[in-house]
C-alpha cells in the first residue's frame, strides 16, 4: 500500500480502514478464534516494489492472506506471488480485466465487475445518463448525446479506452473524440476537440492528480461541457479541498463512488459511527474499501467455518455476502457479480451522492455552473 509518495493519502485512507476492521474483529473471537495481525509495507506506489514485498509477506512474515495493492498496474505482479504462493488476495484499488483474464484462481475483487472491469464506474454514470427523462425536470435542458473521452495511458487506462464505446453505444451515445495521454501530461487534444466539437460529456479517468490538472487547464481555458466526469477522483474529500484540489470550482463535477453513506449492508453503520469517532471526518469510499477487504474475509471464514482457501472461495462464489461498501458474489474470474457503483457529485464542498435514489444523498444539480 503506498504510505508515502503520490498517493500516500490515499493509502492512508485504506489502512485506516484495515485497522478499524482488524480492531473490531479482534474485539470480539478474531476470525474462528484466531486473532489478526495486520501488517502493512509501504510500496511508494512504485511496481518494481511489489513482487519484494508480497514476497516479505509470505516468507518473512508467514502471512495467511494478502490485501492490496493500490492500482491496477501492480496487481499483476501481487498476484503472481499470491498464486505461486498458494494465497488468497483480497484486493483494493485493482479493477483490471488483464489480471482476471490470466486465470489466477486466488484474487478476489470486491471492486471489478465482470462484464466492463474497470470501467463499471464509468458505465455507472452513463446509466444515470441515459435515465434523463425519469430525474430532469428542466424542460430547456436537453438530453445528452455527445461525449469526450480521456484515458491516462497505462494498464488501467487502456482497458477503460477499449470498454467505453462498447458502453456508450449500449446507452445511446455517440463519442466524437478520444484519446489516450501519457501520466503527468495534460491530454491537449482532447481539451481542444471539446473547444472545438462542443460535447456534452467530458469524461476522465485517470489518477487523482491528473484529473485535477485537467480541470485546472479545462478552467483556465474557460472550457464548458454541461456534464463533466472525473472517476473516482471527484468523489474524494480532497477534490473540493484547496490544498490539494480544486477548491470551489470542483463543485458539481460528477464521479463515481463504491459505497454510499445511505448504505446499511453489513458493517456499515460502525463504520460510519467508529470513523468519526476516531478521526473527526466522514469516512469515504476508499476507507470503507480498506475495511470491507478484511470483512470479506471475516465473513466468508464464519460462513465457511473453515480459513482453508477453497472453502472461503466456495462461500464468495455461492453466497451473497453482506459487507459494508457492497454486496459480494465473486465470479470464476475473482470480479464482484453483484458490483453496481454510485454516482456522486460535490456539492457545496460535499460530496454527495446522487444516484441510485435509494441511495441518493441528495438531488443531482444540473447542469453544471459555468465555472469561470
Request: glycine share 8%.
Amino acid at each position: 500500500m503506498p504510505l508515502s509518495g503520490r498517493f500516500a493519502r490515499e493509502g492512508e485512507w485504506i489502512k485506516r480502514g484495515f485497522e478499524l476492521a482488524v480492531d473490531k474483529i479482534n474485539s470480539g473471537n478474531g476470525i474462528l478464534g484466531r486473532k489478526l495481525e495486520l501488517i502493512v509495507l509501504d510500496d511508494r506506489f512504485k511496481e518494481e516494489q511489489v513482487p519484494l514485498l508480497y514476497r516479505k509477506l509470505v516468507g518473512e512474515f508467514r502471512a495467511d492472506f494478502l490485501l492490496g495493492p493500490f492500482g491496477s498496474g501492480l496487481l499483476m505482479p501481487a498476484s503472481r506471488i499470491a498464486e505461486e504462493n498458494d494465497r488468497l488476495l483480497f484486493c483494493t484499488m485493482s479493477g483490471a480485466k488483464v489480471v482476471h483474464r490470466q486465470g489466477f484462481r486466488n484474487i478476489i475483487a470486491t471492486i471489478t465487475q465482470p462484464k466492463y472491469s474497470a470501467g463499471v464506474s464509468a458505465a455507472s454514470f452513463l446509466k444515470f445518463l441515459s435515465l434523463f427523462d425519469t430525474w430532469n425536470e428542466d424542460r430547456y435542458l436537453k438530453r445528452p448525446r455527445t461525449m469526450v473521452l480521456v484515458c491516462i495511458d497505462n494498464v488501467y487506462g487502456r482497458e477503460i479506452f477499449e470498454v467505453i464505446p462498447e458502453i456508450a453505444s449500449e446507452y445511446g451515445f455517440v463519442i466524437t473524440f478520444r484519446e489516450l495521454y501519457k501520466e503527468n501530461e495534460l491530454p491537449r487534444r482532447g481539451l481542444r476537440s471539446v473547444e472545438m466539437l462542443k460535447p456534452d460529456i467530458f469524461m476522465q479517468q485517470g489518477y487523482f492528480g491528473d484529473a485535477v490538472s485537467v480541470m485546472k487547464e479545462f478552467i483556465s481555458r474557460q472550457l464548458y461541457t454541461t456534464y463533466m466526469y472525473n472517476s473516482g477522483s471527484a468523489c474524494l474529500p480532497d477534490w473540493v479541498d484547496r490544498r490539494h484540489g480544486l477548491g470551489e470550482r470542483g463543485n458539481y463535477m460528477y464521479g463515481s463512488s463504491y459505497w454510499s453513506p445511505r448504505y446499511v449492508g453489513g458493517d456499515a453503520e460502525y463504520l460510519r459511527r467508529t470513523y468519526q469517532k476516531r478521526f473527526g471526518e466522514e469516512a469515504n469510499w476508499e476507507v470503507a474499501l480498506g475495511y470491507s477487504s478484511i470483512e470479506l474475509l471475516a465473513e466468508a471464514a464464519k460462513l465457511s467455518g473453515s480459513v482453508d482457501n477453497d472453502s472461503i472461495l466456495r462461500v464468495l462464489k455461492t453466497h451473497k455476502v453482506e459487507i459494508a461498501l457492497t454486496p459480494v458474489r465473486i465470479a470464476e474470474d475473482g470480479a464482484n457479480v453483484l458490483l453496481d457503483p454510485c454516482v456522486a457529485q460535490p456539492q457545496k464542498n460535499r460530496i454527495e451522492i446522487v444516484w441510485p435514489p435509494h441511495l441518493a444523498t441528495a438531488k443531482a444539480v444540473r447542469p453544471i455552473p459555468k465555472l469561470h
